[in-house]
């Protein structure tokens, strides 16, 4: 006797459902776990020996949503002028850290080991360092920005001095065009 294809797929729908049909009132009859403990502010405060104790011998419960963490905060940098003409004309020495046309523009390593270089010779933190430079850079880049319908202002003395000595970093500051936002709605129609 042949079995037809239809045939096999019946007989297999047939098998599934029963066993499918035996595993569902398997589930139902097995009790419900316990609820899970509630969270209070006494057992948040616990040291984390005394939560894992507790907590071991309970079902796996909900964890606490984690907060970020704050970046350490880099103490702001004072450099004197001298120590900014010094750095301005190292960087003109070292155009990779600022030039994407270079080929060693996306060598982190090579870049990291410069900047760690230079912040043991002028005796400052490497972190504060690299985050005065991008103040630097994003000073220059708002100074040279071209501003619709204000008249050009006169430039502070510490503006002055940006410009005088980190021009050289406005031909490297690439402007992203912003997208104006429209309603949706207005589309549907």
């Keep these: 006797m042949k079995v037809t294809n239809q045939q096999k797929r019946d007989a297999d729908q047939e098998k599934s459902s029963s066993s499918s049909d035996s595993d569902r009132s398997e589930i139902r009859s097995q009790p419900l776990p316990h609820p899970l403990p509630l969270l209070t502010p006494a057992t948040l405060e616990q ?16 964890k606490a949503k984690k907060t970020r963490k704050k970046a350490a905060a880099v103490e702001k940098l004072h450099l004197p002028d001298d120590q900014e003409i010094e750095i301005a004309d190292w960087l003109k020495t070292n155009d990779f850290i600022y030039r994407k046309g270079n080929r060693n523009f996306r060598d982190t390593q090579m870049k990291t080991k ?76």
């Design 114 to 189: 410069r900047w760690t270089e230079k912040a043991l010779e002028l005796n400052v933190p490497l972190a504060g360092l690299m985050t005065w430079y991008d103040s630097i850079r994003t000073k220059v880049g708002k100074l040279t920005k071209d501003k619709s319908g204000q008249a050009t202002s006169s430039l502070s003395d510490r503006d002055a001095f940006i410009m005088t000595n980190f021009r050289f970093l406005q031909d490297h500051i690439i402007r992203m065009t912003s997208r104006t936002a429209f309603s949706v709605s207005i589309l549907k129609t």
């Design 47 to 62: 040291p984390a020996s005394d939560v894992e104790s507790t907590t071991s011998t309970q079902p796996a419960q909900k």
